[in-house]
Every structure is written in C-alpha cells, then in structure tokens.
C-alpha cells in the first residue's frame, strides 16, 4: 500500500496502526472487486464482507462511498506518479534508443493499467454523469506526457512543434488503446494478452518516427 493512504481525500485520519492497515485493507477491496463488478453495483456491504469489516468500520473510515471511490482513484494515480519518479524515471534511459524508451512507457502503462482496471473503468463509466471521476486521470496522463517529454524530444528532429505533437498523439494513441480494451474489450488484443506492451511500444515508435 501507499506509505501514507490516510492523507487520501475522503478519508478520516487514523492515528492507530490497526485503524491504518483497516483503511488499506478496504481500499485493496475496492480496488480487487471492481475488476469484475461496476461501481454501482458494489456495496459498502460487499467491500466489508470481503475482508470481514463492519460497515461501522468503513464509515469510521470514510465519508461516503463516493469519498471511498475518490481515494481508490487518488491512490492510483499518485502510484503512478511515485513510479515515475522512482524505478520508472525517464531518466533512466537517458541513453537508450527511442524503441526500447517507447517499449518502457508502454510497458508501465499496461502494468499499471492491469493493477487498476476496475477503477479505470468505473471512473469511465460514471464520466458523463460525474466529470470530478475522471479528473485524476487526466491529470495522470499529463503529468505521463511532461515527465517522458523531454527525453523523447531528444531522440527526435524536425520543429519543436512537430515533435511535440507527435509526442502528444504517441501517448494519446497509448491512452486511447488502453482506454478502449478497458472499456469495451474489442479485441484481438485484450488487457492480459503478454505481447500487448509490445504492439503499443512499436505503434509509439511508428508515429514518433513521422516527424
């Protein structure tokens, strides 16, 4: 879990270790039963049973089941974020060629996107009727874009502009693919399929190699 869940929004603070670990231990919740149920129909009773809770001890916890939604999405993303300053740092390959550093994004973005697709999903099922419930994500993905932005830059020629927007539609042709397999699954590749990081890595390499 995050080294510190509890400074999530929506979530009451907890000074106990065991009131700690009962806030990590029902976000894990949330986070494995929207894998395979939507968020309307998730219950605060099914999130509890799950891991034997009350429902006392979710709303000790949390504000609302909206407030508990929020702070799955919260920590998702501010795992990415701590990834990408971390083990997944672009600058690490500060001296790679451009097909191994597009197979690194798309790598990280399907790892990541495997670990919290039920949240995805359901931040994109609810988009429509509550924008706020994909606002972390996007933020995400600019935040993606600013960090691997300049090593990609100098791997490329041509205007900064043309670069830029080549840049730009690389990631968003990362995003949206991800985005559709999560949301419709249309195949032939789906979420799980091992060779699938490598197919987006070398669909980034083609449209960077446009400019």
């Not at 924008?131 to 996007?138: L, Q």
Request: proline fraction near 6%; charged fraction near 25%; include cysteine.
């Amino acid at each position: 879990m995050d080294p510190s869940p509890l400074t999530l929004p929506g979530v009451n603070p907890a000074r106990q270790k065991r009131s700690r670990e009962m806030s990590e231990a029902l976000l894990e919740a949330g986070q494995r039963l929207l894998r395979k149920r939507s968020l309307a129909a998730l219950s605060v009773e099914d999130i509890c049973a799950s891991i034997g809770a009350s429902v006392g001890a979710f709303y000790s916890r949390f504000q609302s089941k909206e407030a508990y939604f929020q702070a799955l999405q919260h920590l998702a993303c501010r795992r990415a974020a701590s990834w990408l300053e971390g083990e997944g740092a672009p600058e690490a390959l500060a001296e790679a060629p451009l097909a191994e550093i597009c197979h690194a994004i798309a790598k990280g973005g399907v790892a990541w996107m495997r670990a919290y697709e039920g949240v995805v999903r359901a931040a994109l099922q609810h988009a429509g009727t509550h924008p706020a419930r994909w606002t972390p994500f996007k933020e995400l993905g600019r935040l993606t874009l600013q960090r691997w932005q300049p090593l990609l830059l100098r791997r490329l020629r041509g205007s900064r502009r043309r670069r830029e927007r080549a840049i730009g539609f690389a990631f968003q042709l990362l995003f949206g693919t991800l985005v559709n397999i999560v949301l419709n699954d249309p195949g032939p590749l789906s979420l799980g399929d091992a060779d699938l990081p490598e197919h987006l890595a070398r669909a980034m390499a083609a449209a960077l190699d446009t400019v």
